[in-house]
């Protein structure tokens, strides 16, 4: 029986996604938002240009989702130490990258070797349709992670995932933990149910709920694509505390790198983004949420927890955690940190993750 390699059997060198319709690629001067798979390779290269440590990039194919090739873009980081652990897997959250953890790769290659990857429907990933039921595209995004992993010959491997890639980190804890060292969520999103008096607790203005009722009705970065040749001007605009994170690693004068990748990682078919809205109840929501479902899983598995104490998500103290029958669960309050702690206070985030990661089972 022929052994299967990951360079010869899912590893695609000549693909690049994410794939353009007929329009855009033989009219590319008449289309609406400014952006294609080569403007978006070029973004993410521009801000991965800031990692020190070397990386080989590569798409590595997963199957079909509803009938659509998938193909997963992959960094790999290749770890310092002689005496490696387990690889570190990095996943981003909704409407980002695998390059907005540059502020991290190279501390975090001190110990393993990193891999960091676009999930399925966002960056340079494939943008397959995902299923319209929340509960099969939570499942098909976890069998296309799981066959990264196979694929890839990896053996056991530390799982971290920020936001909604925490969310997805959790679901994966549920049904793969044999192939986990630890599983780490960074400010995940979708953890806890939505409180049935949150208007009153949060006193929450009537403008404001009047944009979430019909936001909750479109994908979340719907706008973005809308407004065409404006777009990259309105993400500089309306997000520049994102760009001023990097400050630390970027000059000032170059910071736009930040904001150009962000825009061509959503300028594309939002698949990833309509499988999140299907899962979102509301946006800072899910419809499955993961707290009551985390009591089912292996306990055997070292779970770290760390939130942003300015986020907008709502932290979990580690009581509760127990209170809710999940065992074996570290919690961390990062201070003055808010949604994105990976880069507010990204030596702190480095710190408890390079702890975590070298504490044994």
Not at 40 to 55: C, F, G, H, R, W
Not at 183 to 188: G, W
Not at 241 to 260: A, P
């Amino acid at each position: 029986m022929k052994t299967q390699t990951p360079e010869t059997d899912f590893i695609r060198p000549d693909v690049l996604e994410p794939k353009q319709n007929w329009f855009n690629s033989w009219f590319p001067y008449l289309r609406w938002v400014p952006s294609s798979p080569t403007q978006l390779k070029e973004a993410e290269e521009n801000l991965v240009n800031y990692i020190q440590t070397p990386s080989e990039g590569f798409y590595v194919y997963v199957g079909t989702v509803n009938g659509h090739d998938c193909n997963i873009w992959t960094r790999k980081f290749k770890g310092k130490s002689n005496n490696k652990k387990e690889p570190l897997v990095m996943m981003h959250g909704m409407g980002a990258g695998l390059a907005m953890f540059a502020m991290n790769i190279d501390n975090l290659c001190e110990d393993t070797d990193v891999y960091a990857i676009d999930l399925p429907g966002f960056g340079r990933s494939a943008r397959p349709d995902f299923s319209s039921d929340p509960v099969e595209a939570e499942k098909q995004y976890i069998t296309c992670i799981e066959a990264w992993r196979q694929n890839l010959n990896l053996g056991k491997i530390n799982l971290l995932g920020h936001s909604f890639g925490g969310y997805l980190t959790a679901s994966y804890a549920l049904t793969h933990p044999e192939n986990l060292e630890k599983a780490i969520l960074a400010d995940p999103w979708g953890m806890k149910e939505r409180p049935t008096d949150i208007v009153q607790r949060y006193n929450i203005p009537i403008w404001v709920r009047a944009v979430f009722s019909v936001v909750k009705h479109f994908n979340p970065l719907a706008g973005f694509r809308i407004s065409g040749p404006a777009g990259p001007g309105l993400v500089k605009r309306i997000r520049p505390d994102l760009m001023n994170k990097y400050k630390g690693l970027i000059e000032e004068e170059k910071l736009h790198v930040v904001s150009e990748y962000l825009f061509h990682c959503n300028a594309h078919k939002p698949s990833g983004e309509s499988a999140f809205h299907s899962m979102m109840k509301e946006m800072a929501w899910a419809r499955s949420p993961m707290l009551p479902r985390l009591k089912d899983r292996d306990h055997k598995v070292p779970l770290t927890v760390m939130f942003g104490a300015n986020s907008w998500i709502t932290s979990i103290p580690q009581e509760e955690f127990q209170e809710s029958s999940v065992e074996n669960v570290e919690v961390h309050l990062i201070s003055n940190a808010g949604h994105h702690i990976y880069a507010d206070q990204h030596e702190q985030f480095n710190q408890i993750l390079r702890n975590t990661l070298m504490k044994r089972k």
